[in-house]
């Protein structure tokens, strides 16, 4: 059922939301900061367009349960469809709280991975220093 999830996720817009994910409204401005949230249409004038990036406080829970309780099928599509960078992306979001859902993600897989037997998932996490 993992992999059917992550079929569906569209790669090209994981990875234009990845590449934007510095400059996305923070709807989630519950990390301590008296600041207003930033609606969408404030920013709908810059260079990112907010019609097609994935919302990272959705998507992020929802790639760790599928790295947590899929298997090793999901954690090669996890990768294959840019889910990886997309949480790598979210450590550089100036919301605390989307920082933390990317790391606890990354987390997740790395743990995930640890448990595997597939030696290119390994590959994987020793590239990008990933330790469970």
Request: charged share 20%.
């Amino acid at each position: 059922m993992a992999v059917e999830g992550l079929a569906r996720l569209d790669a090209t817009r994981l990875s234009y939301t990845a590449k934007h994910m510095h400059v996305l409204p923070d709807v989630a401005r519950s990390d301590g900061s008296s600041e207003p949230p930033t609606p969408p249409s404030a920013i709908s004038g810059s260079a990112v367009d907010v019609s097609t990036v994935y919302d990272p406080m959705y998507m992020l829970p929802l790639l760790r349960s599928i790295v947590t309780y899929g298997g090793e099928e999901s954690l090669i599509e996890f990768v294959e469809k840019q889910c990886a960078r997309f949480c790598f992306a979210a450590l550089s979001s100036p919301s605390r709280r989307i920082r933390l859902l990317g790391s606890a993600t990354l987390a997740a897989f790395a743990a995930a991975v640890a448990k595997t037997r597939r030696k290119e998932l390994r590959q994987v996490c020793s590239c990008c220093m990933l330790e469970p």
